[in-house]
């Protein structure tokens, strides 16, 4: 007897995710991904100036803020055939790593704790003892028995007044839960102290772009300037400030983030077994040592792995217009005017649902279901995201990538193959976002070093002017978000964009299956998930939440060359 | 059973002053946070007081946090307010029921925690909105749950005691909404009626904004004073451009022509590569951003008028603004304000041109031809 459940909103993620899934004898045997918001941007974009668009592209997301900004950019640059000066190269970097910190901390104890830590179970802790815990495995200072009895005193107050605000119906008690008491106080401690340590690192955003979310980008380079001998530009209270808040954060990171993610996992190696999902991975690499067109240069490099093959890495091109990426819409809610799938430079949208009336029950799996369209590199569905990055940087042999993934193995006493997980997924994150602390540091010393050496130039004025374009031109700007391989494919017609189109992470992640059946990662993941009680989706949400989706980035239009019969979009 | 105990309807008594105590906030630090708190809203002494008596007495309030069209760059930005205290008072003295981005319960328990607080705080609870209800195809481009957020948004404002209205998908549809806005986006204030609505506009609001209007409503029990446009007057009655620590180079004629020329170096006036400064009304150039760190002038950048209705349909960003101060800028602010503004915007004009050398003789610069421009540039020679 099976049972068809639904997650509606899947909560603790950005956009509007509903996942259905069929589940038989305690496991998950089918599952569906569907998003269910659409904004249509590309078809807002066509028309506009390219120099604009980053800031358009901006505001697919406010999560992952920066990386559409970064990507459309790179389109742009790559069109027109700009070289941006080195420090701008830096900024975008040290930006780049701030991100990774932000995001993934907030990820991890925000949007992903609640599916580990059981706020009520903290209630019953010694205080005492969790201090002894939190001291045994960091020297974060905010650990003395003191701050824990009156994180618990405060905790049990809030719980006895019976309004559990953000905490309310939410699954404590499972048994899935296993962590004891004390590991349970001391990360809700780091919850708060994560909410009040995020808000610091993105001040490096507003130095050198004014503000978070959502800072400036510039075509050509950065914004900011640098001027040492100017209140008025980035000068050295500016950098020492920069300075400070990377040490500050590598501090968290290495000192609360890492320690709670080795100490939680031990009691969680069951899901080193689950969630594994697709066994392809996707990256298009990112954070240029030479200049963004040295991909040989990147600090994450770029490639793909199949069949979890780590001995070999294939090359990956995001312009091979023939037969790399390309676009499907089986059971997405969209029309092409011919079969197959499209690669991003030729492809085109016609908003069409197709699904049930709402209010609804059920979606109509067996046809259309959702607003994502379904991408394939070389018809194969590939997983995007922190895991990716790892396993292809691992398999490459870049150095500090095997190091930081060898060494948390080694911290976890468990071989490479955990990896493959939901477990592993969560790992890689905080692997990296370790990574992101040392070179965000490493990429500062530089940009002082040059600045020392007296090359302060932030932008380029070359092609800058429309009339200095050619008639016609094509771009990507591709990058590594938080949530994995993006890109933005743009054609630059008369000074216009005539077409653009984004091709996200969640998009990869989270999408319906395809015409052959192949399941995307999320569905592919869900598959065998055991669940202990259908009416309590804790399961999937802690394999849907190892993805960190980002669904109003999934969702994407493009328009193709015929008009959209726009008047039939009118209010009726 | 602590689970169930801890389910059990809310013991009403407790107020934000009492909790604040509880979390370890003392008396001296509780009236300190009021008076940062009062100043950020630009309360007279007194007010101050007022506030402090409030919060020492009041109640804590159901928030209900929907989402809809929108990034969640406005929850972002919310969850950066920089005051430690004031991220207490917003995650914790308040209780936010439901936030699709924060709440532990995913699916029908969310849906059960919307419903609890519905049904138990009906005509007492706060609705925040973030995003734009899409009215195209009967809001199918927007669903949760299996319901559109059209449906949503008219069930839930029914019982809502006031509609706060975050950012400017909210507030005016933001960019799903600019041209040629395929899925017919709308702001709340044209899906929600006969409640009181308030429009914390930008992309996304300040985080001590976001802060302020939720202290202002939790403490007076009031909505604040509103522009035409709904957005708080304590916020949103001042040009970027009368609060931009730049405008003296403005006044000189001193510009930077070009990103990161020497004029960019020096930080001149943004205004000739397309500052919007001069038609965007908000708080960057007083409160900043991210804990007073910066502001996108500050950082190099024009303004791009993120906190105005159709931002994005106003010409390229890095273009020009033509006219200014032309009284069409003028007709969007306050109509309170607009006399006053249009009064002396011909004195600004005539006093800018009259003080240009003067001025560039205090600060002290060489503009080669700036000044000429600014003359140019300065509709006082048009009109």
């Known amino acids: ?572 | 059973m602590e689970i169930e105990s801890a389910t059990k309807p809310q013991k009403k008594d407790e107020t934000i002053y009492e909790h604040m105590l509880a979390r370890g906030v003392s008396r001296r630090d509780f009236l300190q946070f009021c008076a940062w708190m009062g100043a950020c809203i630009g309360l007279e002494q007194t007010g101050v007081a007022q506030m402090t008596k409030a919060l020492e007495t009041k109640k804590r309030i159901p928030v209900v946090w929907l989402h809809f069209q929108e990034c969640t760059c406005c929850s972002e930005s919310f969850i950066r307010s920089s005051h430690p205290i004031v991220a207490d008072i917003l995650l914790d003295k308040v209780s936010l029921d439901y936030s699709e981005t924060l709440m532990a319960a995913s699916g029908h328990q969310a849906e059960k925690s919307l419903q609890d607080t519905i049904k138990n705080y009906k005509g007492e609870y706060l609705l925040c909105i973030e995003g734009s209800v899409p009215t195209a195809e009967d809001g199918v481009y927007c669903c949760i749950g299996g319901r559109t957020a059209l449906q949503i948004a008219e069930e839930v404002a029914k019982d809502a005691k006031a509609v706060v209205a975050w950012g400017n998908c909210a507030c005016s549809g933001c960019v799903q909404a600019a041209k040629p806005n395929p899925t017919s986006a709308k702001p709340i204030h044209k899906i929600i009626g006969g409640k009181p609505i308030v429009n914390v506009q930008g992309c996304p609001p300040i985080a001590e904004v976001m802060a302020g209007v939720l202290v202002h409503l939790l403490t007076f029990d009031r909505i604040p004073q509103l522009d035409n446009l709904g957005r708080p007057k304590a916020f949103y009655s001042r040009r970027v451009h009368d609060t931009c620590y730049r405008r003296p180079n403005y006044d000189a004629g001193l510009f930077v022509e070009s990103f990161d020329d020497e004029n960019a170096r020096k930080g001149y006036c943004l205004y000739k590569v397309g500052c919007r400064g001069p038609s965007t009304y908000n708080s960057c150039g007083t409160i900043r951003w991210n804990g007073g760190i910066s502001f996108p002038i500050q950082s190099g950048h024009p303004c791009i008028g993120c906190s105005e209705a159709n931002f994005w349909d106003n010409g390229p960003f890095y273009q020009r603004v033509p006219a200014f101060p032309g009284f069409g800028i003028e007709q969007t602010a306050d109509k309170l304000g607009i006399a006053a503004l249009a009064a002396s915007a011909g004195g600004a004009a005539v006093h800018a041109v009259m003080t240009n050398i003067r001025k560039r003789h205090e600060i002290g610069e060489h503009a080669g031809e700036n000044a000429e421009q600014a003359e140019k540039d300065n509709p006082e020679s048009k009109s």
């Open chain 1, 1 to 572: 007897m099976s049972e068809r459940i639904v997650v509606d909103p899947v909560t603790r993620i950005e956009g509007h995710l509903r996942i259905e899934a069929e589940v038989k004898d305690g496991k998950i045997v089918d599952a569906w991904s569907a998003g269910t918001m659409v904004r249509g941007l590309e078809i807002i974009l066509r028309g506009r100036d390219p120099r604009d668009a980053w800031a358009f592209c901006e505001r697919v997301c406010g999560v992952c803020t920066t990386v559409h900004a970064l990507a459309s950019v790179r389109s742009v640059e790559d069109a027109l055939g700009i070289h941006v000066p080195a420090n701008a190269e830096l900024i975008r970097n040290i930006m780049f790593c701030t991100q990774y910190m932000h995001d993934h901390v907030v990820h991890f104890y925000h949007l992903h704790a609640l599916d580990w830590v059981d706020v009520i179970s903290a209630l019953k802790a010694d205080p005492v003892a969790t201090s002894a815990l939190a001291q045994k495995l960091s020297k974060y200072p905010k650990s003395s028995p003191n701050y824990y009895v009156e994180l618990q005193k405060r905790l049990t107050k809030f719980v006895e007044s019976g309004q559990l605000g953000i905490f309310a119906n939410g699954y404590w008690g499972h048994p899935a839960f296993k962590l004891p008491p004390e590991a349970n106080l001391m990360a809700v401690g780091h919850y708060l102290e994560a909410l009040e340590w995020q808000k610091e690192i993105v001040k490096i955003h507003t130095i050198f772009g004014g503000k978070n979310p959502h800072p400036n980008y510039l075509v050509g380079g950065v914004p900011c300037s640098i001027n040492i001998d100017e209140a008025n530009a980035i000068n050295a209270e500016r950098l020492a400030f920069v300075g400070q808040t990377l040490q500050r954060a590598k501090e968290f990171v290495e000192q609360v983030y890492i320690p709670d993610v080795l100490a939680v996992a031990p009691f969680y190696l069951d899901w080193a077994g689950i969630g594994g999902g697709l066994e392809n991975y996707l990256v298009y690499g990112d954070l240029p040592t030479n200049g963004f067109a040295d991909v040989k240069s990147f600090k994450f490099p770029r490639g793909a792995i199949l069949g979890r093959n780590l001995n070999e890495v294939h090359p990956v091109d995001p312009k091979n217009d023939q037969d790399e990426i390309k676009e499907f819409i089986d059971h997405s809610w969209y029309e092409y005017s011919k079969g197959g799938g499209l690669h991003p430079w030729d492809g085109e949208t016609n908003l069409k649902y197709s699904g049930p009336k709402p209010p609804y029950e059920h979606l109509d799996v067996d046809k259309k279901y959702s607003w994502l369209k379904t991408p394939r590199w070389k018809g194969h569905a590939m997983e995007v995201g922190p895991l990716s990055r790892m396993l292809v940087g691992y398999a490459a042999g870049n150095d500090d990538i095997k190091g930081a993934v060898t060494d948390a193995l080694g911290a976890l006493k468990a071989p490479p193959s955990v990896l493959f997980s939901t477990l592993g997924r969560t790992a890689a994150r905080a692997i990296e976002s370790q990574l992101a602390a040392k070179w965000g540091l490493e990429f500062f010393n530089t940009l002082l070093a040059n600045i020392k050496a007296g090359e302060t130039r932030t932008f380029t004025r070359e092609k800058w002017e429309p009339s200095t374009w050619p008639k016609m031109a094509k771009g990507v700007g591709c990058t590594e978000a938080p949530r994995g391989a993006l890109a933005h494919w743009i054609v630059i017609g008369d000074q216009k964009i005539a077409n653009y189109q984004l091709v996200v992470p969640s998009t990869w992640n989270a999408s319906p299956r395809d015409g052959k059946g192949q399941r995307s990662a999320y569905e592919a993941s869900l598959i065998g998930t055991p669940v202990h009680d259908p009416h309590q989706p804790l399961e999937i949400i802690r394999t849907i939440h190892s993805f960190d989706p980002c669904l109003a980035c999934a969702v994407h239009l493009y328009e193709d060359k015929k008009e959209i019969a726009r008047h039939e979009l009118l209010v009726k």
